[in-house]
């Protein structure tokens, strides 16, 4: 609750500097109210607090907002030198990020289905607006659009399997949802076309197949701090929301969902990992990647087990640790030679070390290499499924890994192995800081993965 | 008023499922065999509200009002959304004086 | 007479939905729309949801249709522009239509809910047992709305304007 | 404690070798190194040869999931440690006279694959195991990657996504006895009293077997490997051939054969068809190869072929062979290389067809490549004697024709690297052999270091097997017992 | 004496190591020295071990000097045998290894090469004696083993040839398949014995069935194994190739010693062996073709050391062809003989060479006889003896084996005598091509031929008087003679009295000996009467003649039927399974996946209208799934 009031408050006041011109206190002032925020978070922990029936705060929750929250952070970060001197819009940037984060917040909390549609549509038309930020770039306006038309779309079938699941149920609130389920042994056969729509509703948000269309041309043409912010942030919350509603309220119901879940599983996995391997620009591959990984975390709800969440959890934040510092550098990349190609990487490292560096960290990580966090974050994914022995699944999953080592080492390549015009890159002070501290935390969670292991 | 109302009452519920979903396919119908963004987003209303009447009849049904409630989130919602897609439709056309879909497909592959 | 009533309605609001995707004109699409939305109105008064039905009528009738007419007239778009799409387009649609819709009342198959609706509370659709609700348990989510409404504002604004400035 | 230093010295020297000036990191590298074998030497005077675990740790790593810090030493462990430690330094001297771009970062890499693979060689947890196993692919991959040749990239790719692929099929496996293990850990001696039925222990073996199998490689698990040996850079391949390959010997000794005997006695046919083919196949295959480091790879391909057959043959002289071949494969096979990239450095050239007449002009070089050939086929009195002896012994108590068949090596072994040396050293000198300078320096001294390994370990090999006699016996006996119990 | 038995092989290990590590500093004069005197030392230990043991009852000692492999039951120490039959073959080798090497200091003096040469001398007397001590398989083996290596380098000793490396190569690998059987008869030893000691095995072994198959094998890899290092069929084709390398080697490792060493081993054996009758009828026949084979292609050989080459094949074969019946003595004695005037006729021929300054062709040879005096003398002698004329010693040896043959069969005996009466022949023919008649070389060649240098004569002559005199040590019964090396010999292997009468026995000799003299006086009618030269090597010739010449096309056909074969299967494997197969299934692997990536990604059609399309097929999908799963 606190959370959410300080995010939303921060986002006036950054909404009412820019008004006033005061351009320069708006990074500060963002900064001041997600580390309170933060510190909300890290205050209530282990509270188990109760909103209204509406929210609830408990330690999954916080969690997952504490790692958004962290995650928008390090974004806010990347804005120096990310906009000109001319810009207008910057408040409005701010604003709607913290908007859509506040939106986030809701969706990692929601107790009741109103809740989490509204924390949906609070953050998907921040993300409309901010992904066709740029008025005058084609792309932008495009990737605008097709999110905006695809996404509205989807929410109809979110909000028809919400009707039916309410029509089946005649509530809203995840417990009594849930309840209904486990005493009526047979449950309206309203409520599986609802659970199926909503599974289809959800899967939109988080780019799973065959609901990912628009992922890769909504990542291409966005802005490229608002990319990172879907691909990590946004992504973060829309599981935290469908592992809230699917390993809770419908958890009963496991049996039945699990095969398309399966299905769009696998789908989502082999789309995003092949589709990867043949892409000529950086942003779109990671954009794929991302649809991949979006597979490997749905493991989690494969087979429920009561640390489902905690290591959706922890590959979400290997997750937006390793995109963020891959947008990071690709930012700076494409400040400087203006192409998002793998060729403007080629022979980076010479002159780039710690960048450099800092990818191929996140690389590996993306990847699943041990000592990275994305190592432990598959390694829980597959131990989960593996509790239920479906060997089948976790053999195809290695063998789209396999696919995935291919195209997350093709930048490694180009920095490393390829000789290129030895571009240096101008790395502000900020910029480093993230990249310094993504990739610290990259490895300590590779490493000694139990500081997060035991916060859940 | 009161009286016809009352008398109306005997429609089934599975009528009222049919017909929202009836609505509902024609808005998805609509999505697909139209190009022109206005149009297709017309038809996204038209799924909207398909599931307002659905969540009505349900909430009728169950007589619980929160049903109703909801609906009244999704018209505020919608008018949200109207109003940030018209304002995307109107930029997009700005810059390339055409609102038909087909027209992007820049960014692919 | 009975529940005769509906089925007319009902069979309105299918047409006036057909009619609003077959329509040529944008234009007359909005308003084959706006007659649905109007037939909308009528169930929710049968379904004695008045308070929705005015809401309906204001918000959608008055307001939304109103949004789009503005739009397509301000981008002059009044014209049979669209080019149709291919033949096989639509065929692909109509079966994709017709599939969805077999499946989706396919999967509804068991409905047992065959019972018909009867009001218990004939004041459930009233001002007075929604605002109770709304700004009961919905307190949070009615608040939280507002964030909606705001961020659609502030999108609007920005992305509305003509403005030459461009971000890095 | 001992062991935890023995584990991350080469680390820490990793960590430090990166931040000095470019030349420094070589010499401290190499210092890292130097102290690390005598560390190692330290432990190895303090180490009693029987079958216990000695210098263990035992710490709380990832105590949510059941993972620990457990490592220790023993013979079998002791040997490979020794192995490593003792050429690391060797190969970090053999690249002191050559001209390294990015020093720093190659020496830093050596170091750290070398912590890699001593955390495989002692982990005690199959979670510790399998870090090291990917610790150690990882700085591989980029030595060779950055500084291997032509087309380094795409092969290198193939050979990681190959090894890689194994081993997380590995980590399935390891997975699946993580959770039949009732106390829900990794540790080796849960896994070894897990008595799965025997369809259960025939997948998990396979799943263990890829890894194991491609990383040797063995037979049809091979193709990535003399590609990669070829472009890696002569350090690479030395630490490619000369310990990673021990790798997977080690892991099927450690970690397959007492745990799933069942699995491993159900396939013993066919993995020793498969690496009885491999020694023919590749033997055969290195008879025409124009590459010299193409040729040296098959011929390690058909040696590990050798191995692989001695262990799965199951009896003392076998493993013992295997053991005492381990070390010994590693020395020449180190050796070989050094040869070759000594050649390469000077002639710019690996075709054997350009070179001719050296032994004239480098009669150091060519005396001190003899004795490294000589103990590649396997001459009594060398080190490749005693190995492939026993091994052959081994294999041959399973099965005379295998033995008749895996006996080849002796003979096609003979021809080849006869073939390689004879085409090198012996005959006219030509225009570009003419002026080929003499061995010395680093080179001269590791070259002697290895000749000197060749000879002392074929001709008193007993120490390597006094220090593996008791684990092996042990091995046997708790396979044995386990058979016995299997359904 | 005994107890300084390793003195034996370490002296020569020391002097390798002296000569090999000063090869470029020690003088000339220095390496010889110091090469030839830890022979000699070697020797005079030997000599003392000899006499030691005929004066000790007990006539087996081990020496042990440490354990060298030992792994589970097997357990091989380094441990030295000292009996009658090795401190006979100790004699021998250090001996004749000591005039050898005397020899070559002066043979070999100009070479740059000096220091080397000498320490591979060294190296291989020190393998050689190993290979004798060895008090169980495997140590003789490693000297077994070791003496292929050294032949190996000897003959490559001049590299730059690329012939002769290919020649060194080819020796090495044929003793490898050798080798191969060697060893599967000490892995079938070890199963079936459970050691591989000599003086386990064969207590053991005396106490089995004759004839079981396990011993079958054996025998038949060890015969194998044999083989391969004493250059029978079909594995001798090296030897004539050995001939590449410097002839006092030719002399030492392909005359005297090495090539004994299957002889050596099978003796060793013959308790072993005389349980598998199947093997040695084997042998007997492998031996006799062997003998035959190599006979007659030495009638038609031009090249001096390639008579000589395949004279020793020839030599060979009958010691096996002894082994194969049963006289194991016999044939050891032989092998003594053997050495005495093999060595005599390679130092000879290597003298020869010297000074027709490295020429090996008798067509350009002849009428040396007055200019090189004891050369000619001292090959007269060795002819003789290698022909088989009493009472000479390769009359008695000869004899001895071809009586044990007649016991046998009488077919063999017949063809043993052709190959006597063959021998006879060619020799003659070299020896008359070589000596007589006129110089057939250039004008400005004959100026320069001269007689060798003392060093080199010495051990002629002394190897002469051995020749000659050879035949005392085993001197037959029947002449009244005391049989002292069968006596001697009888505690180890395995002797059988030979049961013919006296009269057959004289019959017997008689009938070779005319012969023998026939054929010489044929020889003698052709190339001294006749004057007959050899004619060029791109002549015609009698079919015949050319069969033997071209050494029956062995080398031809092993080409065809092994080398070729191999060689295309290798580049099959390499180029088809390797490349095609295997990698291209791996990289189809790869190849499949990008191509559906590039297939997969045209799904990506930027266009929303078909996205949607996707997206609501997935969804009816689903739906359908719902549709029949409730």
Same mark, same amino acid.
């Given at each position: 609750?606190?959370?959410?009031?300080?995010?939303?408050?921060?986002?006036?006041?950054?909404?009412?500097?820019?008004?006033?011109?005061?351009?320069?206190?708006?990074?500060?002032?963002?900064?001041?109210?997600?580390?309170?925020?933060?510190?909300?978070?890290?205050?209530?922990?282990?509270?188990?607090?109760?909103?209204f029936?509406?929210?609830?705060t408990?330690?999954?929750?916080?969690?997952?907002?504490?790692?958004?929250i962290?995650?928008?952070?390090?974004i806010?970060?990347?804005?120096?030198?990310?906009?000109?001197?001319?810009?207008?819009?910057k408040?409005?940037?701010?604003?709607?990020?913290?908007?859509?984060?506040?939106?986030?917040?809701?969706?990692?909390?929601?107790?009741?289905?109103?809740?989490?549609?509204?924390?949906?549509?609070?953050?998907?038309?921040?993300?409309?607006?901010?992904?066709?930020?740029?008025?005058?770039?084609?792309?932008?306006?495009?990737?605008?659009?097709k999110?905006?038309?695809?996404?509205?779309?989807?929410?109809?079938?979110?909000?028809?399997?919400?009707?039916?699941?309410?029509?089946?149920?005649?509530?809203?609130?995840?417990?009594?949802?849930?309840?209904?389920?486990?005493?009526?042994?047979?449950?309206?056969?309203?409520?599986?076309?609802?659970?199926?729509?909503?599974?289809?509703?959800?899967?939109?948000?988080?780019g799973?197949?065959?609901?990912?269309?628009?992922?890769?041309?909504?990542?291409?043409?966005?802005?490229?701090?608002?990319?990172?912010?879907?691909?990590?942030?946004?992504?973060?919350?829309?599981?935290?929301a469908?592992?809230?509603?699917?390993s809770?309220?419908?958890?009963?119901?496991?049996?039945?969902?699990?095969a398309?879940?399966?299905?769009?599983?696998?789908?989502?996995?082999?789309?995003?990992?092949?589709?990867?391997?043949?892409?000529?620009?950086?942003?779109?591959?990671?954009?794929?990647?991302?649809?991949?990984?979006?597979?490997?975390?749905?493991?989690?709800?494969?087979?429920?087990?009561?640390?489902?969440?905690?290591?959706?959890?922890?590959?979400?934040?290997?997750?937006?640790?390793a995109?963020?510092?891959?947008?990071?550098?690709?930012?700076?990349?494409?400040?400087?030679?203006?192409?998002?190609?793998?060729?403007?990487?080629?022979g980076?490292?010479?002159?780039?070390?710690?960048?450099?560096?800092?990818?191929?960290?996140?690389?590996?990580?993306?990847?699943?290499?041990?000592?990275?966090?994305?190592?432990?974050?598959?390694?829980?994914?597959?131990?989960?499924?593996?509790?239920?022995?479906?060997?089948?699944?976790?053999?195809?999953?290695?063998?789209?890994?396999?696919?995935?080592?291919?195209?997350?080492?093709?930048?490694?390549?180009?920095?490393?192995?390829?000789?290129?015009?030895?571009?240096?890159?101008?790395?502000?002070?900020?910029?480093?800081?993230?990249?310094?501290?993504?990739?610290?935390?990259t490895?300590?969670?590779?490493?000694?993965?139990?500081?997060?292991?035991?916060l859940? | 008023?009161?009286?016809l109302?009352?008398?109306?009452?005997?429609?089934?519920?599975?009528?009222?499922i049919?017909?929202?979903?009836?609505?509902?396919?024609?808005?998805?119908?609509?999505v697909?065999t139209?190009?022109?963004?206005?149009?297709?987003?017309?038809?996204?209303?038209?799924?909207?509200?398909?599931?307002?009447l659905?969540?009505?009849?349900?909430?009728?049904?169950?007589?619980?009002?929160?049903?109703?409630?909801?609906v009244?989130?999704?018209?505020?919602?919608?008018?949200?959304?109207?109003?940030?897609?018209?304002?995307?439709?109107?930029?997009?056309?700005?810059?390339?004086?055409?609102?038909?879909?087909?027209?992007?497909?820049?960014?692919k592959? | 007479?009975?529940?005769?009533v509906?089925?007319?309605?009902?069979?309105?609001?299918?047409?006036?939905s057909?009619?609003?995707?077959?329509?040529?004109?944008?234009?007359h699409?909005?308003?084959?729309?706006?007659?649905?939305?109007?037939?909308?109105?009528?169930?929710?008064?049968l379904?004695?949801?008045?308070?929705?039905?005015?809401?309906?009528?204001?918000v959608?009738m008055?307001?939304?249709?109103?949004?789009?007419?503005?739009?397509?007239?301000?981008?002059?778009?009044?014209?049979e522009?669209?080019?149709?799409?291919?033949?096989?387009?639509?065929?692909?649609?109509?079966?994709?239509?017709?599939?969805?819709?077999?499946?989706?009342?396919?999967?509804?198959?068991?409905?047992?809910?065959?019972?018909?609706?009867?009001?218990?509370n004939?004041?459930?659709?009233?001002?007075?047992?929604?605002?109770?609700?709304?700004?009961?348990?919905?307190?949070?989510?009615?608040?939280?709305?507002?964030?909606?409404?705001?961020?659609?504002?502030?999108?609007?604004?920005?992305?509305?304007?003509?403005?030459?400035?461009?971000e890095? | 404690?001992?062991?935890?230093?023995?584990?991350?010295?080469?680390?820490?020297?990793?960590?430090?070798?990166?931040?000095?000036?470019?030349?420094?990191?070589?010499?401290?590298?190499?210092?890292?190194?130097?102290?690390?074998?005598?560390w190692?030497?330290?432990?190895?005077?303090?180490?009693?040869?029987?079958?216990?675990?000695?210098?263990?740790?035992?710490?709380?790593?990832?105590?949510?999931m059941?993972?620990?810090?457990?490592a220790?030493?023993d013979?079998?462990?002791?040997?490979?440690?020794?192995?490593?430690?003792?050429?690391?330094?060797?190969?970090?001297?053999?690249?002191?006279?050559?001209?390294?771009?990015?020093?720093?970062?190659?020496?830093?890499?050596?170091?750290?694959?070398?912590?890699?693979?001593?955390?495989?060689?002692?982990?005690?947890?199959?979670?510790?195991?399998?870090?090291?196993?990917?610790?150690?692919?990882?700085?591989?991959?980029?030595?060779?990657?950055?500084?291997?040749?032509?087309?380094?990239?795409k092969?290198?790719?193939?050979?990681?996504?190959?090894?890689?692929?194994?081993?997380?099929?590995?980590?399935?496996?390891?997975?699946?006895?993580?959770?039949?293990?009732?106390?829900?850990?990794?540790?080796?001696?849960?896994?070894?009293?897990?008595n799965?039925?025997?369809?259960?222990?025939?997948?998990?073996?396979?799943?263990?077997?890829?890894?194991?199998?491609?990383?040797m490689?063995?037979?049809?698990?091979?193709?990535?490997?003399?590609?990669?040996?070829?472009t890696?850079?002569t350090?690479?391949?030395?630490?490619?051939?000369?310990?990673?390959?021990?790798?997977?010997?080690?892991?099927?000794?450690?970690?397959?054969?007492?745990?799933?005997?069942?699995?491993?006695?159900?396939?013993?046919?066919?993995?020793?068809?498969?690496?009885?083919?491999?020694?023919?196949?590749?033997?055969?295959?290195?008879f025409?190869?124009?590459?010299?480091?193409?040729?040296?790879?098959?011929s390690?391909?058909?040696?590990?072929?050798?191995?692989?057959?001695?262990?799965?043959?199951?009896?003392?002289?076998?493993?013992?062979?295997?053991m005492?071949?381990?070390?010994?494969?590693?020395?020449?096979?180190?050796?070989?290389?050094?040869?070759?990239?000594?050649?390469?450095?000077?002639l710019q050239?690996?075709?054997?067809?350009?070179?001719?007449g050296?032994?004239?002009?480098?009669?150091k070089?060519?005396?001190?490549? =003899?004795i @490294? /050939? !000589? &103990?590649?086929?396997?001459? %009594?009195?060398? *080190?490749?004697?005693?190995?492939?002896?026993?091994? +052959? $012994?081994?294999?041959?108590?399973?099965?005379?024709?295998?033995?008749?068949?895996?006996?080849?090596?002796?003979?096609?072994g003979?021809?080849?690297?006869?073939?390689?040396?004879?085409?090198?050293?012996?005959?006219?000198?030509?225009?570009?052999?003419a002026?080929?300078?003499?061995?010395?320096?680093?080179?001269?001294?590791?070259?002697?270091?290895?000749?000197? =390994?060749? @000879? /002392? !370990? &074929?001709?008193?090999?007993k %120490?390597?097997? *006094?220090?593996?006699?008791?684990?092996?016996?042990? +091995? $046997?006996?708790q396979?044995?017992?386990?058979?016995?119990?299997?359904? | 004496?005994?107890?300084?038995?390793?003195?034996?092989?370490?002296?020569?290990?020391?002097?390798?190591?002296?000569?090999?590590?000063?090869?470029?500093?020690?003088?000339?004069?220095?390496?010889?020295?110091?090469?030839?005197t830890?022979?000699?030392?070697?020797?005079?230990?030997?000599?003392?071990?000899?006499?030691?043991?005929?004066?000790?009852?007990?006539?087996?000692?081990?020496?042990?000097?440490?354990d060298?492999?030992?792994?589970?039951?097997?357990?091989?120490?380094?441990?030295?045998?000292?009996?009658?039959?090795?401190?006979?073959?100790?004699?021998?080798?250090?001996?004749?290894?000591?005039?050898i090497?005397?020899?070559?200091?002066?043979?070999?003096?100009?070479?740059?090469?000096?220091?080397?040469?000498?320490?591979?001398?060294?190296?291989?007397?020190?393998?050689m004696?190993?290979?004798?001590?060895?008090?169980?398989?495997?140590?003789?083996?490693?000297?077994?083993?070791?003496?292929?290596?050294?032949?190996?380098?000897?003959?490559?000793f001049w590299?730059?040839?690329?012939?002769?490396?290919?020649?060194?190569?080819?020796a090495?690998?044929m003793?490898?398949?050798?080798?191969?059987?060697?060893?599967?008869?000490?892995?079938?030893?070890?199963?079936?014995?459970?050691?591989?000691?000599?003086?386990?095995?064969f207590?053991?072994?005396?106490?089995?069935?004759?004839?079981?198959?396990?011993?079958?094998?054996?025998?038949?890899?060890?015969?194998?194994?044999?083989c391969?290092?004493?250059?029978?069929?079909?594995?001798?084709?090296?030897l004539?190739?050995?001939?590449a390398?410097?002839?006092?080697?030719?002399?030492?490792?392909?005359?005297?010693?090495?090539?004994?060493?299957?002889?050596?081993?099978?003796?060793?054996?013959?308790?072993?062996?005389?349980?598998?009758?199947?093997?040695?009828?084997i042998?007997?026949?492998?031996?006799?073709?062997?003998?035959?084979?190599?006979?007659?292609?030495?009638?038609?050989?031009t090249?001096?050391k390639?008579?000589?080459?395949?004279?020793?094949?020839?030599?060979?074969?009958?010691?096996?062809?002894?082994?194969g019946?049963?006289?194991?003595?016999?044939?050891?004695?032989?092998?003594?003989?053997?050495?005495?005037?093999?060595?005599?006729?390679?130092?000879?021929?290597?003298?020869?060479?010297?000074?027709?300054?490295?020429?090996?062709?008798?067509?350009?040879?002849?009428?040396?006889?007055?200019?090189?005096?004891?050369?000619?003398?001292?090959?007269?002698?060795?002819?003789?003896a290698?022909?088989?004329?009493?009472?000479?010693?390769?009359?008695?040896?000869?004899?001895?084996?071809?009586a044990?043959?007649?016991?046998?069969?009488?077919?063999?005996?017949?063809?043993?005598v052709?190959?006597?009466?063959?021998?006879?022949f060619?020799?003659?023919?070299?020896?008359?091509l070589?000596?007589?008649?006129?110089?057939r070389?250039?004008?400005?060649?004959?100026?320069?031929?001269?007689?060798?240098?003392?060093?080199?004569?010495?051990?002629?002559?002394?190897?002469?008087?051995?020749?000659?005199?050879?035949?005392?040590?085993?001197?037959?019964?029947?002449?009244g003679?005391?049989?002292?090396?069968?006596?001697?010999?009888?505690?180890?292997?395995?002797?059988?009295?030979?049961e013919?009468?006296?009269?057959?026995?004289?019959?017997?000799?008689?009938?070779?000996?005319?012969?023998?003299?026939?054929?010489?006086?044929?020889?003698?009618?052709?190339?001294?009467?006749?004057?007959?030269?050899?004619?060029?090597?791109?002549?015609?010739?009698?079919?015949?003649?050319?069969?033997?010449?071209?050494k029956?096309?062995l080398?031809e056909?092993?080409d065809?039927?092994?080398?070729?074969?191999?060689?295309?299967?290798?580049?099959?494997?390499?180029r088809?399974?390797?490349?095609?197969?295997?990698?291209?299934?791996?990289?189809?692997?790869?190849?499949?996946?990008?191509?559906?990536?590039?297939?997969?990604?045209?799904?990506?059609?930027?266009?929303?209208?078909?996205?949607?399309?996707?997206?609501?097929?997935?969804?009816?999908?689903?739906?359908?799934?719902?549709?029949?799963?409730?």
């Amino acid at each position: 609750m606190n959370i959410i009031i300080t995010i939303s408050i921060t986002a006036f006041l950054v909404l009412y500097a820019g008004l006033f011109k005061a351009k320069k206190a708006l990074l500060p002032l963002t900064l001041v109210g997600l580390f309170v925020a933060l510190g909300f978070v890290c205050a209530s922990w282990s509270g188990n607090e109760s909103h209204f029936g509406m929210m609830q705060t408990d330690n999954f929750a916080l969690a997952f907002s504490g790692l958004c929250i962290a995650g928008t952070l390090l974004i806010f970060l990347l804005t120096q030198n990310y906009f000109s001197a001319k810009n207008d819009n910057k408040a409005e940037y701010y604003t709607l990020i913290l908007f859509a984060l506040a939106g986030m917040i809701m969706m990692v909390s929601y107790q009741n289905m109103s809740m989490l549609f509204i924390g949906v549509e609070i953050m998907s038309v921040s993300l409309y607006i901010l992904a066709g930020i740029r008025k005058n770039d084609f792309a932008s306006n495009e990737a605008s659009l097709k999110y905006f038309l695809m996404g509205a779309f989807s929410t109809g079938f979110l909000l028809f399997g919400i009707a039916l699941v309410y029509g089946a149920t005649g509530s809203f609130d995840l417990d009594a949802i849930q309840q209904h389920l486990i005493d009526n042994k047979a449950v309206s056969p309203l409520f599986y076309p609802g659970v199926i729509l909503m599974l289809i509703g959800l899967s939109f948000k988080i780019g799973a197949a065959p609901f990912h269309f628009w992922t890769p041309d909504v990542y291409e043409g966005s802005p490229t701090l608002i990319t990172t912010f879907m691909s990590t942030v946004v992504k973060t919350a829309g599981f935290a929301a469908f592992l809230r509603l699917f390993s809770g309220a419908f958890a009963p119901l496991h049996d039945f969902w699990v095969a398309p879940l399966l299905i769009i599983v696998c789908l989502t996995l082999l789309v995003g990992n092949v589709t990867a391997l043949f892409q000529k620009k950086f942003k779109r591959m990671l954009a794929y990647s991302s649809i991949s990984h979006a597979g490997y975390m749905l493991f989690a709800l494969v087979v429920l087990t009561k640390n489902s969440g905690g290591n959706v959890f922890i590959y979400a934040g290997a997750y937006t640790f390793a995109s963020i510092i891959a947008f990071a550098v690709l930012i700076l990349v494409k400040q400087k030679t203006g192409s998002d190609d793998f060729e403007s990487y080629n022979g980076l490292a010479r002159k780039n070390p710690l960048t450099a560096f800092t990818l191929t960290v996140a690389m590996l990580s993306l990847a699943g290499i041990p000592l990275t966090a994305g190592f432990i974050g598959k390694y829980l994914m597959f131990l989960n499924v593996m509790q239920e022995y479906q060997t089948i699944l976790v053999a195809f999953a290695i063998l789209n890994a396999l696919v995935g080592f291919y195209y997350y080492f093709r930048v490694i390549v180009a920095m490393y192995f390829k000789d290129g015009q030895g571009v240096e890159l101008n790395t502000p002070l900020q910029y480093k800081v993230v990249l310094v501290v993504s990739a610290v935390a990259t490895i300590v969670i590779g490493i000694y993965p139990d500081v997060i292991l035991q916060l859940i | 008023m009161e009286n016809l109302t009352q008398q109306l009452q005997g429609v089934p519920l599975n009528h009222y499922i049919w017909l929202c979903a009836i609505i509902f396919t024609i808005g998805v119908v609509g999505v697909l065999t139209r190009r022109n963004a206005i149009v297709i987003f017309m038809s996204v209303e038209l799924m909207l509200n398909a599931v307002n009447l659905l969540l009505t009849a349900f909430s009728v049904h169950s007589n619980d009002p929160s049903g109703q409630v909801f609906v009244f989130f999704i018209m505020a919602l919608a008018a949200a959304e109207v109003a940030v897609g018209l304002s995307i439709i109107v930029m997009v056309y700005r810059n390339t004086k055409s609102i038909d879909i087909n027209v992007l497909n820049r960014l692919k592959w | 007479m009975s529940t005769q009533v509906f089925y007319f309605v009902a069979t309105l609001s299918i047409l006036f939905s057909l009619m609003v995707i077959f329509a040529k004109n944008p234009i007359h699409s909005v308003l084959y729309l706006i007659l649905t939305f109007f037939t909308f109105t009528v169930h929710y008064v049968l379904l004695n949801a008045q308070f929705l039905a005015v809401v309906n009528f204001i918000v959608y009738m008055g307001a939304i249709m109103v949004l789009f007419l503005f739009v397509l007239m301000l981008l002059n778009l009044n014209k049979e522009t669209e080019p149709a799409k291919s033949p096989l387009v639509k065929i692909a649609a109509a079966i994709a239509g017709g599939c969805l819709i077999v499946t989706l009342i396919g999967s509804f198959k068991a409905v047992s809910i065959s019972n018909p609706l009867s009001l218990k509370n004939p004041g459930l659709g009233l001002v007075e047992n929604l605002g109770k609700e709304l700004f009961g348990p919905f307190l949070l989510p009615f608040e939280l709305s507002s964030l909606l409404l705001l961020a659609a504002m502030v999108g609007a604004v920005i992305l509305a304007k003509k403005d030459h400035t461009e971000e890095a | 404690m001992e062991l935890l230093i023995l584990l991350f010295l080469p680390l820490a020297g990793a960590l430090i070798s990166l931040f000095p000036g470019k030349q420094s990191a070589r010499y401290g590298a190499f210092a890292v190194s130097i102290l690390s074998l005598a560390w190692t030497v330290g432990l190895l005077l303090r180490f009693t040869p029987d079958a216990t675990t000695q210098f263990a740790v035992d710490y709380d790593w990832i105590s949510q999931m059941g993972i620990r810090f457990h490592a220790g030493i023993d013979g079998i462990s002791m040997l490979l440690v020794l192995l490593t430690n003792l050429l690391v330094p060797l190969i970090i001297w053999s690249s002191f006279g050559r001209n390294i771009d990015r020093p720093a970062a190659f020496y830093a890499l050596i170091l750290f694959m070398q912590t890699g693979l001593l955390l495989v060689f002692t982990a005690l947890d199959a979670f510790l195991f399998y870090i090291g196993w990917e610790a150690a692919l990882i700085p591989i991959y980029f030595i060779c990657a950055m500084w291997g040749g032509k087309d380094r990239v795409k092969v290198n790719m193939k050979f990681f996504v190959y090894t890689i692929g194994g081993s997380l099929f590995m980590l399935l496996g390891i997975i699946y006895l993580y959770l039949q293990n009732p106390e829900r850990n990794f540790d080796i001696q849960a896994f070894y009293s897990l008595n799965l039925d025997r369809s259960q222990q025939s997948w998990v073996f396979w799943a263990f077997f890829i890894a194991f199998a491609i990383k040797m490689p063995v037979f049809p698990f091979h193709t990535w490997q003399p590609d990669t040996y070829t472009t890696a850079p002569t350090q690479g391949t030395m630490l490619l051939s000369g310990i990673m390959l021990k790798m997977g010997i080690y892991g099927v000794i450690r970690w397959l054969l007492p745990v799933v005997p069942g699995g491993f006695q159900d396939w013993t046919p066919t993995v020793i068809v498969l690496s009885i083919i491999g020694i023919v196949y590749a033997s055969l295959i290195a008879f025409k190869q124009k590459d010299g480091k193409r040729l040296i790879a098959y011929s390690s391909i058909g040696h590990v072929g050798l191995i692989v057959a001695g262990i799965f043959a199951l009896n003392t002289q076998g493993l013992q062979g295997a053991m005492v071949q381990m070390l010994s494969h590693g020395i020449n096979v180190v050796g070989l290389f050094l040869v070759t990239d000594i050649l390469y450095n000077r002639l710019q050239t690996n075709k054997l067809d350009e070179m001719g007449g050296i032994a004239k002009v480098a009669p150091k070089f060519a005396a001190v490549a =003899l004795i @490294i /050939v !000589l &103990g590649t086929v396997a001459l %009594p009195g060398t *080190n490749g004697f005693v190995g492939e002896f026993l091994l +052959l $012994l081994g294999v041959y108590e399973y099965s005379l024709w295998a033995a008749v068949f895996a006996g080849l090596t002796i003979i096609f072994g003979a021809v080849y690297m006869l073939r390689m040396y004879q085409k090198v050293m012996l005959g006219q000198t030509n225009a570009a052999t003419a002026s080929f300078a003499d061995i010395k320096g680093s080179e001269q001294a590791v070259l002697y270091i290895i000749c000197l =390994l060749v @000879i /002392v !370990l &074929g001709v008193y090999p007993k %120490p390597i097997l *006094n220090l593996t006699e008791a684990p092996v016996q042990q +091995l $046997l006996e708790q396979v044995n017992q386990k058979l016995s119990l299997v359904k | 004496m005994i107890n300084l038995v390793w003195l034996v092989p370490l002296l020569p290990l020391l002097g390798f190591l002296i000569n090999g590590l000063g090869r470029n500093t020690l003088s000339k004069t220095a390496v010889g020295f110091a090469g030839s005197t830890v022979i000699l030392a070697s020797f005079l230990i030997s000599l003392g071990i000899f006499f030691e043991l005929g004066g000790s009852a007990l006539k087996s000692h081990e020496v042990f000097l440490f354990d060298w492999i030992s792994a589970g039951d097997l357990r091989i120490p380094l441990s030295f045998l000292v009996d009658p039959l090795s401190s006979v073959m100790l004699l021998i080798v250090t001996g004749v290894g000591f005039l050898i090497h005397l020899y070559s200091a002066g043979y070999m003096h100009e070479d740059a090469g000096f220091g080397k040469f000498f320490s591979y001398l060294n190296l291989f007397v020190f393998f050689m004696l190993l290979l004798v001590l060895g008090s169980n398989y495997i140590v003789m083996f490693i000297g077994w083993e070791g003496v292929g290596l050294c032949s190996y380098l000897l003959i490559g000793f001049w590299y730059t040839n690329t012939s002769y490396a290919a020649a060194a190569k080819k020796a090495f690998v044929m003793n490898r398949i050798g080798d191969l059987g060697f060893l599967l008869g000490v892995f079938l030893l070890f199963q079936t014995f459970g050691s591989l000691e000599f003086s386990k095995i064969f207590p053991m072994a005396a106490s089995m069935v004759p004839g079981e198959q396990t011993l079958f094998l054996i025998t038949l890899f060890l015969f194998i194994g044999a083989c391969g290092k004493s250059a029978q069929l079909p594995l001798f084709t090296w030897l004539p190739d050995a001939m590449a390398g410097p002839t006092p080697v030719s002399a030492l490792i392909h005359a005297a010693t090495m090539v004994t060493a299957g002889i050596y081993m099978i003796a060793r054996s013959s308790v072993l062996f005389d349980l598998a009758p199947l093997t040695q009828n084997i042998i007997a026949v492998v031996g006799l073709a062997t003998a035959l084979v190599a006979a007659l292609i030495a009638l038609t050989q031009t090249d001096i050391k390639k008579v000589l080459a395949y004279s020793t094949v020839s030599q060979l074969g009958y010691m096996f062809l002894g082994l194969g019946v049963g006289a194991y003595t016999g044939s050891f004695f032989h092998v003594i003989t053997h050495a005495f005037f093999k060595a005599l006729l390679f130092l000879g021929a290597g003298s020869v060479i010297h000074a027709l300054h490295h020429e090996q062709d008798m067509r350009h040879m002849g009428g040396l006889k007055k200019k090189l005096p004891v050369t000619f003398m001292t090959m007269l002698v060795g002819t003789i003896a290698i022909a088989g004329l009493p009472p000479f010693s390769g009359f008695f040896s000869k004899d001895e084996i071809l009586a044990h043959v007649y016991q046998h069969s009488k077919v063999m005996w017949a063809l043993g005598v052709l190959g006597a009466l063959l021998t006879a022949f060619y020799m003659f023919r070299m020896l008359y091509l070589t000596f007589y008649s006129s110089y057939r070389g250039t004008h400005h060649a004959e100026e320069h031929i001269h007689e060798s240098p003392k060093s080199m004569t010495i051990p002629l002559i002394v190897l002469a008087i051995l020749a000659a005199a050879g035949g005392i040590i085993n001197f037959p019964a029947v002449f009244g003679g005391g049989e002292w090396l069968h006596h001697w010999l009888s505690p180890v292997v395995n002797t059988h009295e030979l049961e013919l009468d006296h009269s057959t026995e004289y019959m017997l000799m008689g009938i070779s000996v005319v012969g023998v003299l026939v054929s010489i006086a044929i020889a003698y009618n052709k190339y001294v009467k006749g004057k007959h030269v050899p004619v060029p090597d791109a002549a015609e010739r009698p079919a015949l003649v050319k069969l033997s010449y071209h050494k029956f096309y062995l080398d031809e056909i092993y080409d065809a039927l092994i080398r070729r074969p191999l060689d295309a299967l290798s580049g099959f494997f390499y180029r088809v399974v390797d490349k095609k197969i295997i990698d291209g299934l791996i990289n189809g692997l790869g190849w499949s996946t990008n191509e559906a990536s590039k297939g997969l990604r045209l799904l990506q059609s930027g266009n929303v209208g078909f996205y949607i399309f996707m997206m609501v097929f997935g969804i009816i999908g689903l739906l359908l799934y719902t549709y029949l799963s409730i």
